[in-house]
């Protein structure tokens, strides 16, 4: 059974920086492509950063320089390190795998920037 389970979520101050991680169990976890999106309030869904099962990265415009996408295969974890954090950040952040032709979600982690 695929588990994704993410953590370090919290209420920052703009300027500031978070760090999440994404655990992922139950499957071999460095072959798949995976990231994070993320839904603020009264918005649509967008994916903020993925990571290819060959290593590339790729980031929504408006997080670029600021967000960095990784992953530790030993820990079976993903990260997303956020930098310069703005009001505009705040949103649910939600990690997923891509398995085949489905797609596994993490619960979701709240990150609130305040002005």
């Known amino acids: 059974q695929v588990q994704l389970v993410e953590s370090g979520g919290g209420a920052v101050q703009a300027g500031g920086s978070l760090r999440l991680s994404c655990v992922v169990s139950?499957?071999?976890?460095?072959?798949?492509?995976m990231g994070w999106y993320r839904q603020g309030p009264g918005k649509q869904r967008e994916l903020v950063a993925d990571?290819?099962?060959?290593?590339?990265?790729n980031y929504a415009d408006s997080v670029k320089g600021r967000f960095t996408i990784s992953r530790d295969n030993a820990k079976n974890t993903m990260y997303l390190q956020m930098n310069s954090l703005k009001p505009e950040d705040t949103a649910v952040y939600s990690c997923?795998?891509?398995?085949?032709?489905?797609?596994?979600w993490g619960q979701g982690t709240q990150v609130t920037v305040s002005s």
């Open positions: 139950g499957i071999a976890f460095s072959i798949y492509t």
């Open positions: 997923y795998i891509n398995v085949d032709l489905l797609k596994f």
């Open positions: 990571l290819t099962r060959g290593g590339g990265t």
